[in-house]
């Protein structure tokens, strides 16, 4: 049986459990600003705290959608390892995701994943589909939910 086989027969067994918790990590004022700055999105409700304090709904600055959910990426790494043979990991792209609750800047961020399906792809690839929950810290709300695809390789 080949280590993508191996590795899929594992996956399926897992399929609707939680398989992974990632540390947290805190989102200041400093990120949200580098974040505007590589994007070219500086809208005051992220860049400007005294204004969003003062102007916004939501009582100070707050990250980005998609600084958020950019992440992700650290998340997995924090949960997932390389299998037996795989030679790299490839973000598959997302089938649905939804923004739910803004990110205040200092909150703190962590992702709960769970399996939702593994099938293969290719006689080298297998493709998973994760529940990712991106939780704020103290907040019943998430920030965002997202079904994130996610391609293992392995060798030939």
């Known amino acids: 049986?080949?280590?993508?086989?191996?590795?899929?027969?594992?996956?399926?067994?897992?399929?609707?459990?939680?398989?992974?918790?990632?540390?947290?990590?805190?989102?200041?004022q400093k990120m949200i600003?580098?974040?505007a700055k590589a994007t070219h999105d500086d809208q005051w409700i992220h860049v400007d705290p005294e204004r969003a304090a003062a102007q916004s709904p939501f009582g100070g600055a707050i990250a980005h959608g998609f600084l958020t959910l950019s992440?992700?990426?650290?998340?997995?790494y924090d949960c997932f390892d390389m299998l037996p043979g795989q030679v790299m990991a490839v973000n598959y792209g997302m089938n649905k995701l939804r923004f739910l609750k803004p990110v205040l800047a200092g909150s703190r961020l962590r992702g709960r994943f769970i399996l939702q399906q593994a099938i293969a792809k290719k006689p080298t690839n297998m493709l998973r589909t994760n529940?990712?929950?991106?939780?704020?810290?103290?907040?019943?709300?998430?920030?965002?939910?997202?079904e994130w695809l996610g391609l293992a390789v392995f060798e030939d």
């Open 33 to 35: 600003d580098d974040f």
């Open 131 to 146: 529940l990712l929950t991106i939780e704020i810290e103290g907040e019943k709300s998430p920030a965002l939910i997202a």
């Open 1 to 28: 049986m080949s280590a993508r086989d191996e590795a899929l027969k594992a996956a399926q067994q897992q399929i609707g459990t939680e398989t992974g918790v990632s540390n947290w990590i805190t989102v200041d």
């Open 71 to 76: 992440l992700a990426s650290r998340f997995a």
